[in-house]
């Protein structure tokens, strides 16, 4: 399956963006997604998940705020992390990844083995 990521952009603090997750070469409701995040100088850190079958998980720095969900559609094969009250912490490239049919340690990015290109989210204070 092949990722694209978008939606990024620059936004002030206490402002909202959308980033979208779309799919093509595969049936991307069997697919687990996650949203990863790398600011400059820091580690990739895991931001939300959406297992192929279970409940969303969220990193503690984003709960309350950030939510993800697929398309009601299943044929627009997209996966959505909609970010409200951002921060200028929370200024990142965003990546989605995708893993067929593992429900699991969906906060480790090891655990898949596809992952879009990444898109610019910056917040400004």
């Known amino acids: 399956v092949q990722l694209q990521a978008s939606g990024g952009g620059l936004v002030q603090a206490g402002g909202s963006l959308r980033l979208s997750c779309a799919a093509s070469?595969?049936?991307?409701?069997?697919?687990?997604v996650g949203w990863f995040r790398q600011a400059p100088g820091k580690e990739r850190e895991f931001v939300a998940a959406?297992?192929?079958?279970?409940?969303?998980?969220?990193a503690d720095s984003v709960k309350g705020r950030f939510t993800i969900s697929r398309s009601r559609d299943n044929a627009e094969n997209t996966v959505y992390l909609q970010m409200n009250s951002l921060k200028p912490e929370d200024t990142a490239v965003y990546y989605c990844a995708a893993d067929p049919l593992n429900p699991v340690r969906l906060t480790s990015a090891d655990v898949y083995d596809y992952w879009g290109q990444g898109t610019q989210v910056t917040v400004s204070s």
């Open positions: 959406v297992p192929w079958r279970g409940n969303a998980d969220y």
């Open positions: 070469g595969g049936t991307f409701t069997l697919y687990s």
